[in-house]
């Protein structure tokens, strides 16, 4: 506290991020990273950046990656916004599309960011109970609102929302916008983007940190009809002209292009999952159905933060969140490699036993 503080910055409470720790050896499954490294397509592409050339500034306007990002989706380039990491692009879709004079609603169990943006932003919000099981129920959200924002498999449950309902839900709320955050969407569900034509109202967000192994890029894409689109075009240029540097407009691009590797990486992750979800199951946990690169699971008669706290000492981290209750007996658990998964599951056991 300062008195040199701006009152914002005095009722701000910001976002933690799982920690990103600089021990060697670690089994790191905390923050939802891919345990495979990006194509090699981006390597070459980002060897190439490292040139004279970096004493120009960037492209403004990323076109050849939004292009790039367009031609992987079949959209027109001028549906795609670039930022740095969907993070970014979130933060300005909450004040481009989101600020309105009715509060905006959200699950009560989701990315703790939204909040975040609503505290930053000055922006009213309603959290939306998840069901006993963890699922959103789209009913729910058929009141008033100033928009409506949720992730996809929602996180950190990891469950998924089937496209038919959303679809229900856009054909209700067509006086506001509704956001479908799909950072991990590449992991077994079926994406909205396929919806953005047929709904004015609708943006999806996605990203490269998981999926395609860039969290450490920061480039993250939201797709929607032109006109959401500006808007969003108009809080970056009255914020940064240039969020995308050089490296990283050059390595998504090449990350875009490369759809075998891709495909090979996500599938690679979604087998270890449902092995890692089986051995979980066999050591007595119950786990949430997943459809991202995580898992959400809870042991019966062991409490979550012990558990954490227990595998931190073997050098295995994961994420514990102690709020909301209803979560605290949770762990979510990164899918790594077999090897870390197996690393985990042998742990757990000596731990259980
Ligand atoms: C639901 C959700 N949305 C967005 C993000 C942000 O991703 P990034 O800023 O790396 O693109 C995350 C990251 O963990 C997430 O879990």
């Known amino acids: 506290m300062s008195r040199y503080w701006s009152k914002v910055v005095h009722g701000l409470t910001p976002y933690v991020p799982g920690e990103q720790p600089k021990l060697p050896d670690l089994v790191k499954l905390n923050t939802n990273e891919n345990p495979y490294g990006p ?187 032109a006109d959401l689109i500006q808007a969003l075009v108009r809080v970056k240029d009255s914020f940064n002209s240039y969020p995308l540097d050089r490296f990283a407009q050059a390595g998504a691009i090449a990350s875009m292009q490369d759809r075998e590797y891709f495909d090979q990486t996500r599938h690679k992750v979604m087998a270890t999952r449902e092995k890692l979800v089986a051995d979980l199951d066999a050591l007595g946990f119950e786990v949430l159905p997943s459809a991202a690169n995580f898992v959400f699971a809870r042991h019966p008669q062991h409490d979550g933060a012990e558990l954490a706290q227990a595998l931190r000492e073997r050098s295995i981290i994961v994420r514990h969140f102690r709020k909301p209750a209803r979560i605290a007996p949770f762990l979510r658990i990164t899918v790594g490699t077999d090897e870390q998964c197996q690393a985990l599951v042998t742990a757990l056991r000596e731990l259980l036993a």
């Not at 306007?61 to 993070?87: K, P, T």
């Not at 300005?92 to 939204?114: E, G, M, N, R, W």
């Not at 054909?171 to 709904?199: H, P, Q, R, W």
């Open 39 to 225: 194509s090699p397509r981006v390597i070459e592409a980002l060897r190439a950046e490292a040139a004279d050339s970096l004493r120009l500034y960037p492209d403004p306007a990323s076109e050849r990656l939004r292009e790039a990002i367009a031609a992987f989706h079949g959209v027109e380039a001028s549906q795609v916004f670039v930022g740095n990491g969907s993070d970014e692009v979130l933060a300005h879709a909450f004040l481009a599309l989101l600020k309105h004079d009715a509060p905006i609603l959200f699950p009560d169990i989701t990315y703790s960011f939204y909040p975040v943006y609503c505290g930053l932003y000055g922006i009213e919000y309603q959290e939306i109970p998840l069901t006993e099981s963890f699922e959103i129920r789209v009913d729910d959200y058929f009141v008033a609102n100033g928009g409506i924002i949720f992730p996809n498999p929602n996180a950190p449950t990891a469950r998924l929302l089937a496209l038919g309902e959303i679809e229900r839900l856009l054909a209700k709320n067509t006086e506001s916008v509704v956001v479908v955050d799909e950072a991990y969407i590449d992991f077994g569900g079926e994406s909205a983007v396929g919806l953005v034509n047929k709904y004015p109202q609708l943006l999806v967000v996605h990203t490269l940190s998981k999926s395609h192994s860039l969290a450490g890029l920061r480039v993250g894409y939201a797709i929607g009809q």
